[in-house]
């Protein structure tokens, strides 16, 4: 439009493109009042992935111990590695013992033949080696691991070993980078001139503003490969970038890892979780129904969505043995499966065989019930993980009683994935410290501008001419990461007082909302928008406008009918609310992004519509001096 606005008079081209509808300098807020977007902060979970899995076993020989020098692990008593050469030494040593084992069966070498195989397939999957897909812990135990009483072990119980742990699988789905990608492109609708109503093209604001430097934008990503190649899809639709993502990736997405900002090491739980994990098991290894007493103890913040599971599982420990018996049913059915020559080439999703299918499986029924016939509850988000992506990904092999087993673990997810991150208010504030106080000082830095160490590229004043408000710089700040940090943000906001239910109606609504959030889904989004009036003073209270909006991500297997479907992004501002356009509106993430949209993006139908009131909240100006602008401290 710059162009041809330039050229038009000049050949006498009709361009009757009104000039207002290029640039549109302030846009309206929740609450309706005019005002200049100057800052977004997006916290984003990553995107469908395959599920997780981990070995541990215990290592003892030489080799191990020459590599672990070698990487300097002694310095920490840790050891992570993620790179092709260190990846490669390991799989080197795995090979070498393997054929030792072989050819000698009197050979001193104490490592678990079937684990040092699995060790080896694992890291020879793929045909190349990157940290993206697997990485490999080392620990050094300077006793070695506990075990069982005998007196051969006792005598060996001092000699120091190293644990070892291998995780793969978590990788990003072709279905999660659609959704980070559509995401991206319904992302852009938030910025001003992004209503579509340019030449049909929604989001044309925001490239606008990036292809004239007026955007400063940074988007960072944890250490982990599915979080970084959901950054990368993202960047791709945000911006209408071509070409593949791992180009995108290097050049758009930081790492957020040089500070801890996005690191989310589990291995070194606080003393505060490790009580509310100790709690939360007791309370669902009683093999009795829920008591008021229970209720009082797992849902003291009255949580509708955990009520509601409780009264789905009842009695934990018979749920428990249901989910047991099914899975065993599960592996029962695979395992005939593979027996059956009509199936014994067939590809489930994301290329995963029947055997990988089996192990994973395999695994969960044997870890999950303990020898001592006690349930292991830190193995339900495995158990949801896996049943959730068999029933969204390889539900053609039409196996029995699966919505049934995704019910029941889903119902016992909805509890302890949520309740491990503290049952309590104080628990749920102290846990979130440790994860998020880095990130929550981070945003409040880009809240106030004051600590503006990142170059940016603004638009020089010689190519300024052409457009309209060369003075508008918007800041974006995209944080990817793990579903740890996203409940540890979220907690942080819902409990930190930033507001008094009491005294807030809109406040309470939107506690109420995220009372029903039974999940917080791939791709759940915290979203913090600054506004600025540039008519008031300074010190004016009213010269800022701080906006939270949320949404928790995509929807899961079963629609949940009682979900409650708010009115979307910019409820209170719709100029054309009685229209047409909008009388035809879904309840889509993809509509609630934007009042219109083109046939295009109709396939982004798989996100839970933001929260219907986004919190407003108006401070004094954090940009003349350093202020709390809206802060979640």
Same mark, same amino acid.
């Given at each position: 439009?710059?162009?041809? !606005? ?89 090979? #070498? ?27 020879? &999957? ?29 005598? !060996? ?80 639709? %945000? ?40 709690? %939360? ?51 029962? #059915? ?12 067939? #590809? ?180 913090? &928008? ?71 993006? !109709? ?31």
């Amino acid at each position: 439009n710059i162009i041809m !606005r330039e050229l038009a008079p000049q050949f006498q081209i009709p361009w009757s493109i009104p000039l207002e509808a290029e640039d549109i300098p302030i846009v309206p807020t929740t609450s309706g009042t005019m005002m200049e977007l100057r800052c977004v902060i997006a916290v984003i979970r990553h995107g469908d992935r395959t599920p997780k899995q981990k070995m541990k076993m215990e290592v003892k020989h030489q080799r191990f111990f020459d590599l672990f020098e070698k990487c300097d692990g002694y310095k920490s008593g840790k050891l992570k590695l993620k790179k092709p050469k260190q990846l490669q030494a390991i799989l080197d040593i795995a090979r #070498q013992l393997l054929v030792e084992l072989g050819q000698n069966n009197d050979s001193e070498i104490e490592e678990s033949k079937a684990k040092l195989e699995q060790l080896k397939t694992v890291l020879e &999957m793929y045909g190349h080696f990157s940290g993206i897909n697997r990485k490999v812990q080392l620990t050094y135990l300077p006793h070695g691991c506990p075990k069982t009483s005998s007196e051969e072990e006792d005598n !060996r119980r001092n000699e120091p070993s190293l644990l070892l742990v291998l995780k793969w699988g978590g990788e990003l789905t072709p279905a999660g980078r659609v959704q980070a990608e559509e995401l991206g492109r319904a992302f852009r609708c938030m910025y001003p001139g992004g209503q579509g109503d340019y030449a049909g093209f929604p989001g044309c604001g925001l490239l606008r503003l990036h292809s004239t430097y007026r955007h400063d934008l940074k988007i960072y990503a944890s250490d982990e490969g599915r979080v970084q190649m959901t950054a990368a899809a993202f960047a791709k639709g %945000l911006l209408a970038l071509e070409g593949e993502l791992t180009p995108i990736l290097v050049q758009m997405v930081k790492s957020a890892n040089m500070n801890g900002l996005l690191d989310s090491d589990s291995d070194s739980l606080s003393s505060c979780q490790h009580r509310v994990k100790a709690r %939360l098991h007791e309370i669902l290894q009683r093999d009795r129904e829920f008591t008021t007493d229970d209720y009082d103890k797992l849902t003291p913040s009255g949580s509708i969505s955990l009520i509601k599971s409780m009264q789905v599982i009842k009695n934990p420990v018979k749920t428990c043995d249901k989910v047991y018996y099914l899975i065993q049913s599960l592996t029962s #059915q695979i395992r005939q499966r593979m027996e059956d020559p009509k199936s014994a080439d067939i #590809q489930l999703y994301h290329s995963e065989t029947l055997e990988l299918m089996l192990r994973r499986w395999a695994k969960l029924e044997k870890d999950f019930k303990t020898k001592n016939g006690r349930y292991d509850i830190s193995k339900i988000p495995d158990i949801y993980d896996c049943i959730k992506y068999d029933v969204q990904h390889n539900g053609s092999l039409k196996l029995e009683n699966t919505m049934e087993l995704y019910r029941l673990s889903k119902a016992l997810a909805d509890i302890v994935i949520p309740q491990e991150y503290g049952i309590s208010k104080a628990e749920k504030l102290e846990i979130a410290k440790g994860y998020c106080t880095p990130l929550v000082r981070k945003i409040r830095s880009d809240l106030q501008r004051t600590q503006d160490d990142d170059t940016v590229n603004k638009l020089h004043p010689l190519y300024s001419r052409g457009v309209m408000s060369p003075e508008r710089h918007v800041r974006t700040r995209l944080y990817f990461t793990s579903e740890s940090h996203v409940h540890s943000l979220l907690s942080t906001l819902r409990y930190g007082a930033l507001c008094d239910e009491s005294k807030d109606e809109q406040w309470k609504r939107a506690m109420d909302y995220l009372n029903v959030v039974n999940e917080l889904n791939y791709m759940t989004q915290i979203v913090i &928008m600054l506004y600025e009036d540039p008519n008031k003073e300074l010190s004016s209270e009213e010269r800022f406008h701080v906006e939270l909006h949320f949404s928790p991500g995509a929807k899961g297997c079963e629609e949940d009918k009682n979900l409650p479907s708010g009115y979307g992004y910019r409820p209170a501002s719709r100029e054309n609310e009685g229209s047409k356009k909008t009388s035809h509106r879904n309840d889509s993430d993809e509509e609630a992004h934007a009042p219109k949209r083109d046939e295009t993006d !109709r396939s982004v139908v798989m996100f839970k519509p933001m929260v219907s009131d986004p919190i407003h909240i108006h401070r004094k100006s954090p940009l003349p001096r350093s202020r709390k602008i809206g802060s979640v401290e």
